[in-house]
């Protein structure tokens, strides 16, 4: 009797680990990490430069991988917030932003090296637009009002210069993305522009830069970009997500396809207190309270 009874409880427990197995197989299967970007570039672009980084994710987290596009840089920062996405491509003001609204939480897990180290380009098709100083009296281009590189850090040097953008030019205008605030100042949309480094290099290496726009000024540098996630991801997933980033090298044909369409060398760990400064400046502009 006390052998048919332990060999019934070991069946039970087989049994309840089989199914437990099962269920936990299933839910891995089912699970999907819901990535999305700031929309700084046209649509199409944002989803060619996602699809090889999303199969190599999959791949490494073992877990379906989807991108969620989006209709602003708000729209990024409110879904985060709201648990409706797990990863996100940031600039460092959406950063920021994404900081505040989600009380803190939002982590920053990699950037890119470059990252590090990035500037603006000031750029003009008008010959009589020389220096900043030039602009003034000027119709100028922002890309969106949430972007980094394409608004608050070039209105911050901007104040450092002692032009203010609100009152020293004859109107201020936003693109919505750095491509199109090239395409503003190539069609006399806007006399001068300002856009990131990094899509000024990719442009003008495709050859979709007017010849006429060239670049009047570059900032000093600045911390950017980021791939941030949601705090109540789960910790075990968060360190894969982070370590599959800093796995990828330029060395290797397919990691070198990703990282050339994310304008990387390579990825490297990031925190916090390295969007102090970009804080700092929006409230010095005036765009945070």
């Not at 649509?43 to 699809?51: D, G, M, N, V, W």
């Not at 600039?91 to 470059?114: D, H, M, S, Y």
Request: some cysteine; glycine content about 6%; overall charge positive.
């Amino acid at each position: 009797m006390v052998h048919f009874s332990r060999r019934l409880a070991l069946k039970s427990a087989l049994v309840c680990a089989l199914v437990s197995l099962f269920f936990n197989t299933a839910a891995a299967a089912d699970a999907v990490l819901r990535v999305s970007a700031i929309p700084d570039e046209a649509p199409t672009e944002l989803q060619r430069k996602f699809a090889p980084l999303g199969r190599y994710l999959e791949k490494e987290l073992g877990m379906k991988v989807s991108f969620v596009p989006v209709s602003d840089y708000a729209a990024v920062v409110e879904a985060l917030a709201s648990d409706k996405l797990d990863l996100a491509w940031l600039g460092g003001f959406t950063f920021v932003q994404a900081n505040i609204r989600t009380k803190g939480t939002a982590l920053p897990i990699v950037q890119r090296e470059e990252d590090a180290r990035f500037t603006s380009k000031f750029i003009s098709a008008d010959p009589n637009i020389k220096t900043l100083a030039d602009t003034r009296g000027k119709v100028f281009a922002f890309g969106s009002p949430s972007s980094t590189s394409g608004h608050l850090m070039p209105r911050y040097f901007l104040m450092q210069d002692g032009i203010n953008a609100d009152s020293d030019f004859k109107n201020v205008a936003f693109s919505g993305a750095h491509d199109a605030t090239v395409a503003f100042v190539a069609s006399g949309k806007a006399d001068a522009g300002v856009l990131n480094a990094s899509v000024w290099a990719k442009l003008v290496e495709q050859q979709k830069v007017d010849a006429k726009v060239r670049v009047i000024a570059t900032t000093p540098p600045y911390f950017d970009y980021n791939w941030t996630v949601r705090g109540d991801l789960d910790p075990a997933l968060i360190r894969k997500i982070e370590a599959a980033f800093l796995k990828l090298d330029a060395s290797n044909p397919e990691h070198a396809e990703i990282l050339a369409l994310q304008r990387a060398t390579k990825f490297i760990p990031t925190k916090k207190e390295n969007y102090a400064g970009i804080e700092q400046a929006a409230k010095a502009a005036g765009l945070l309270k």
